[in-house]
């Protein structure tokens, strides 16, 4: 699709249906990418039914998570990524819930795409979401987002993530291969323990390599993993890597381990574990925000279930089963 | 029931049926009712069509909540309290979620009831609560007790915890009138307005009366409620008691207090709204509860969702309704 006909469309929009933007989405147009992951961030119910096709048709793309505690130099190890990745012939997507990347700077302002430089070269999708106002559905909108982009053909599809909170984490857990990336110094390696993010690694990057203090930082991580508990892939032996974004010195090294790490968990079985793993992150995950968004709504239902229960119609216990929908009325 | 009654049942204990259970509640019978408290705190499924029975069956008793942070004297003021009330006649039931309550003791140990001196001369009920190991489900356990107090025709039941956490101001909103105790001494108003149980008082009362601070204490909590926002029941002006339970000073006015807002709840209709919020709450933190029960066992169904959802056959949203039982597999 060229500009034109992009510029085109967005002028003379109109509300497609979801079902309709399915075989659009997965012959790859752009255009119709950008309006479903829209919906998938909107959460509108009338999507609902199309994202669940969309999944159907995933499962192809390799889905690499790229988290470290803000300035570890993310963004910039993405970019350089892409280029890497798509010079390689990969079509690349990417969906950033970092606040603090380049792609996010749109997501404040709403829920338009952005193309950095790398991106609009390179034919790579990059998509940012709002961090903001998902009462808890963060993670369910950004790995649907991630959903339509496999189910479009992009692979790798990168999720650049800030670890910090339990929404990120969770979502970055949801990759196949989780690069986590450190600065050289202290501080933020400690920042990182707390947050949980070291133990959820399947690579380690050091950032700034020609930072003299960067062999102080993989040195700490690899004394910080011999200390560690047993890692449940025990076939796979962590790299620790020293990448340097700006020269894009040994970045080859960083793509080689990820598709190492690919290889790996398809020819040792691991695969099917993680993709387990995966699924019920997601089922709890989702499960989690419909409940909460069901207890925010308030309204009809629970009204009722309180008269009732002041009442002494029903006790609270069943009151709570009928509002979960677990018991029917009598 | 006399002592020798109750020392031979323990002896030849069998399982009775919780419904069997529930006529010899509602007689007042202490063993019937420490069982069946036990087997709320338990969560013994067998127990819920008993439970909802029991709450039918309450709704005469005036609930009393007596919070404040540690060390504010809570445990002190509800001895002196159970001996004044049962003085004045009344039928005195207390469940204490208090840690540092001398009632409390027992449950560390275990469910057994424990008779403070001031109980056992006065046919006061007294139950502590273990405060670990509900999964989220002490409020609910706790407010189960004090249905059963209630459906045996103790009045008041008197709700002691300790006002910090979430799950004890939850349990603590549910009571019909909300006594916040300070100590005298600014560190204790800080926690206590860093809890948020401040505002849910009904009647303020400071400890410790003899001391020459507790008059600035007085002055401190009448300065922030002048300055605060206002209250939903605009017709209850909010009274600071200075109260001393060691000397038993000034302990009429807590307990006239205490009988004027119940009064006044009635007579102005504002327990209706009362106990519509403590409905509200009860069924909301059951429903919190049941859920991440739910999550926590996992399993079965879990499972199978799983499955599909990794075999692409349904989607991660469409498993969580399942699992939440929103909806039927198709």
Redesign the interface.
């Known amino acids: 699709m060229t500009a034109a006909t992009h510029t085109q469309m967005s002028r003379h929009a109109h509300y497609v249906p979801s079902m309709d933007l399915v075989p659009l989405v997965l012959e790859g147009r752009v255009s119709a990418i950008a309006r479903m992951i829209s919906r998938a961030e909107a959460a509108y119910p009338e999507a ?1 039914q199309a ?2 096709e969309i ?5 192809r793309a390799h889905v690499v998570g790229i988290t470290g505690v803000p300035g570890a130099g993310k963004s910039t190890l993405v970019s350089a990524l892409i280029k890497a990745l798509a010079g390689a012939g990969h079509k690349v997507g990417v969906v950033a819930i970092d606040p603090s990347s380049p792609f996010s700077g749109g997501a404040i302002l709403g829920d338009r795409v952005r193309m950095s430089d790398a991106a609009a070269t390179s034919g790579a999708f990059v998509r940012s979401m709002a961090t903001r106002g998902h009462l808890g559905g963060l993670a ?1 909108a950004t ?1 649907e987002a991630v959903d339509i982009l496999d189910a479009a053909g992009y692979s790798p599809v990168i999720i650049e993530t800030v670890g910090v909170g339990q929404d990120e984490v969770e979502v970055v857990s949801a990759a196949h291969t989780v690069v986590v990336l450190s600065a050289p110094g202290l501080g933020d390696d400690i920042q990182a323990i707390k947050a949980g993010i070291l133990e959820i690694a399947d690579i380690h990057a050091v950032s700034k390599a020609d930072k003299p203090e960067a062999a102080a930082t993989i040195a700490a991580l690899n004394g910080m993993m011999a200390l560690g508990a047993p890692r449940t892939d025990t076939r796979w032996s962590l790299p620790v890597l020293a990448v340097s974004s700006v020269s894009g010195n040994r970045l080859g090294e960083l793509t080689e381990a990820i598709s190492a790490h690919w290889m790996h968990l398809k020819e040792s079985g691991e695969l ?1 574990a993680r ?2 793993a995966i ?2 992150t ?3 995950s ?6 909460h968004r069901k ?1 925010n709504e308030g309204g009809g239902d ?1 009204d009722s ?3 009732a ?2 009442g ?10 009928l ?4 018991e029917s009325e009598a």
Request: hydrophobic share 55%; charged share 20%.
């Open positions: 609902a994202l669940a999944y159907r048709h995933a499962g369910r790995l099917a993709r387990r699924a019920r997601r089922i709890l989702t499960a989690r925000h419909l409940f207890f629970l279930h309180v008269e229960v002041v002494r119609a029903i006790g609270p216990s069943t009151a709570a089963r509002l979960l929908g677990w």
